[in-house]
């Protein structure tokens, strides 16, 4: 019986990985889902046209340690040259965290935030305000490596 078990949560897992297909597919999660190769490249089109078209953007990231988060943050640096934050050696925080970065600024924060998800979360945002700012995610702490 438990082997039948295990062969029914693979294929709701496998169901539920093939639902995301878009960045709205997201949007109701929690936390990250794992993804197959060919949906981080769909979503990492989808998500880069809306980067490029924003001012700046806004970066949260919920994460297990700080370490955890500030490496999702430098993989975006190390993607995006446009993308820079500085002082990240300064950034503390025990246990779970959620960190958030600001790329107008370059203002980096990080605080400890128990019961989270996991995940990256992209805000759009533009200098004109007839444009409203879009969040997208949460995507995987990996996505950008």
């Known amino acids: ?3 039948e078990w295990k062969n ?3 294929e709701v897992f496998r169901y ?3 639902e995301i297909n878009k960045l709205v597919d ?3 999660l ?3 889902p794992q993804l197959s190769n060919g949906q ?3 979503l990492l089109e989808e998500l880069e046209a809306n980067i490029f078209n924003a001012d700046w953007i806004t970066i949260g990231i919920m994460a297990p340690s700080d370490n955890k988060a500030i490496e999702a943050l430098q993989s975006i640096s190390k993607k995006y040259s446009s993308i820079k934050f500085g002082n990240l050696g300064s950034l503390n925080a025990d246990g779970g965290v959620f960190l958030k970065a600001n790329q107008k600024t370059s203002n980096v924060f990080v605080r ?3 019961g989270l998800g996991e995940g990256i979360l992209i ?3 533009y200098d004109e305000g007839a444009k409203e700012s879009n969040t997208f995610g949460p995507l995987p702490l990996d996505f950008f490596t």
């Open 8 to 10: 029914i949560w693979l």
């Open 112 to 114: 400890s935030e128990n």
């Open 40 to 42: 981080e490249k769909k």
């Open 26 to 28: 997201l949007n109701n």
């Open 16 to 18: 539920k990985q093939m």
């Open 123 to 125: 805000t759009c945002q």
């Open 1 to 3: 019986m438990g082997l």
């Open 30 to 32: 929690r936390t990250a």
